[in-house]
T-cell receptor
């Protein structure tokens, strides 16, 4: 089983719908991250969390919110999806070595 | 702010060719440097890393040396294989209060038999 698991892996939705992407990890790491990947733009940080009570905005947090339900779970929400939020979303955890461990990604299409 | 610049792709090579993917960075202090690889349909996985100047990271035949004087961390491999076809990301980490990694835009590598 993967150490960092994302659900759903693929989702197609319509403009204005609320969407939640979920992430769970078995690595026991306190730090968790949500990134967005767009062709030609690399990965950009949306939100990150140092622990359940510590949530921080990243580079592109507008239009997104997050919830850290437990050490192992970190969810990303789009309250009202729009087409330019179509992208590949990655959850990641970070250990003491500074290395990020990524999930397999959630591909979101907003029509 | 911090930034990472890497050569744009796609880079197309023949099998057994020598590979170099350039990466330069702008950062204050002494960041750690990473190369991540993304195979089709998968998430990113760490390929190698270096945490201080002159360190050489290596893995699966790939190497990169942390050059502070030129602020570079170029990725090299002596003889590439078709299975090396993937997208490669250079990244840096400052740690501390500003967390997460700063990534380059990625270089798509295509190896032809």
């Amino acid at each position: 089983d993967a150490d960092v698991t994302q659900t759903p892996r693929n989702r197609i939705t319509k403009t204005g719908k609320r969407i939640m992407l979920e992430c769970s990890q078995t690595k026991g790491h306190d730090r968790m991250y949500w990134y967005r990947q767009d062709p030609g733009l690399g990965l950009r940080l949306i939100y990150y969390s140092f622990d359940v009570k510590d949530i921080n905005k990243g580079e592109i947090s507008d239009g997104y919110s997050v919830s850290r339900q437990a050490q192992a779970k970190f969810s990303l929400s789009l309250e009202s999806a729009i087409p330019n939020q179509t992208a590949l979303y990655f959850c990641a955890t970070k250990g003491n070595t500074g290395e990020l461990f990524f999930g397999e990604g959630s591909r979101l299409t907003v029509l | 702010g911090d930034s990472v610049t890497q050569m744009e792709g796609p880079v197309t090579l023949s099998e057994e060719a020598f590979l170099t993917i350039n990466c330069t960075y702008t950062a204050t202090g002494y960041p750690s440097l990473f190369w991540y690889v993304q195979y089709p349909g998968e998430g990113l996985q760490l390929l190698l890393k270096a945490t201080k100047a002159d360190d050489k990271g290596s893995n699966k035949g790939f190497e990169a040396t942390y050059r502070k004087e030129t602020t570079s961390f170029h990725l090299e491999k002596g003889s590439v294989q078709v299975s090396d076809s993937a997208v490669y990301f250079c990244a840096l980490s400052q740690g501390g209060g500003a967390d997460g990694l700063t990534f380059g835009k990625g270089t798509h590598l295509i190896i032809q038999p």
